[in-house]
């Protein structure tokens, strides 16, 4: 499994999580396999076994069989021919479907949230984009992550559609491996990029505020659309279309 130098996994408003116990055990051990996904802590290709991951989160077998079985389902992990999970392989092709899908249904989300998000709302986003600006100056890589989720979280919360919110949190479990190629030796220059997006951010912002749904559907497009751009050169993409 991946090292990441970390034992917990903070993501989406998500307090750091620790090893599974109580009576929700099937459900937590879900939640954790699909935080680890989203944050990247997984990479594409990465062979798992449920006893390693019952180790990494503390729990026993039976909970982890039962959410690997769910994240085979939504296609989150795969099985080889010779019967091994693991993360799906990196394609350019799948790369490129997934930032497709995500545009089309975090811009929708946006620009839903443009007509229905609150007052409060709006200044709880001010608040968590400041907190991004800080912690992009600091480089502190982990906080900022999960602080760029909590962020557009919020924002899809607004956009008061439930199932919407559902399908673009699926498109994150699936795209999230992809994260794992930010944590480089050029990570300077992704905080040199996140300092210059979140001019973006406040644009989005402005969107909402101005009631505006195509400027929030626009913003957060291109905001997507520029991440894909700084991900791609730094992927190991494998052969298979």
């Known amino acids: 499994?991946?090292?990441?130098?970390?034992?917990?996994?903070?993501?989406?408003?998500?307090?750091?999580?620790?090893?599974?116990?109580?009576?929700?055990?099937?459900?937590?051990a879900y939640e954790q396999l699909r935080q680890m996904l989203m944050a990247g802590d997984l990479r594409p290709?990465?062979?798992?076994?449920?006893?390693?991951?019952?180790?990494t989160l503390g729990t026993s077998l039976m909970p982890i069989r039962d959410a690997v079985r769910q994240l085979l389902a939504i296609g989150a992990l795969e099985t080889t021919a010779g019967r091994a999970i693991r993360v799906p392989e990196l394609t350019l092709s799948r790369f490129e479907e997934l930032w497709s899908l995500?545009?089309?249904l975090e811009g929708e989300a946006s620009a839903r949230a443009a007509e229905r998000i609150t007052g409060a709302e709006i200044a709880d986003l001010e608040t968590m984009d400041a907190e991004l600006g800080r912690l992009a100056e600091a480089e502190s890589f982990e906080q900022l992550f999960a602080?760029?989720?909590?962020?557009?979280?919020?924002?899809?919360?607004?956009?008061r559609s439930p199932l919407l919110v559902s399908f673009v949190e699926t498109l994150w479990v699936l795209s999230g491996p992809h994260y794992n190629g930010l944590r480089g030796p050029d990570i300077r220059e992704i905080f040199a990029?996140?300092?210059?997006?979140?001019?973006?951010?406040?644009?989005?912002?402005?969107?909402?505020?101005?009631?505006?749904?195509?400027?929030?559907?626009?913003?957060?497009?291109?905001?997507?659309l520029d991440l894909a751009d700084v991900l791609r050169p730094r992927m190991n993409f494998s052969g298979r279309p």
């Open 1 to 28: 499994m991946a090292r990441t130098g970390r034992t917990r996994v903070e993501l989406d408003g998500v307090p750091d999580l620790m090893p599974v116990d109580g009576s929700m055990l099937h459900e937590r």
């Open 45 to 55: 290709g990465e062979v798992v076994t449920i006893k390693a991951l019952a180790d």
């Open 102 to 104: 995500r545009c089309q």
């Open 147 to 159: 602080a760029n989720h909590r962020f557009f979280a919020g924002v899809y919360r607004a956009s």
């Open 193 to 224: 990029w996140v300092r210059a997006s979140l001019d973006d951010h406040e644009d989005l912002i402005a969107a909402l505020k101005a009631r505006d749904g195509d400027a929030a559907r626009r913003a957060r497009q291109k905001i997507l």
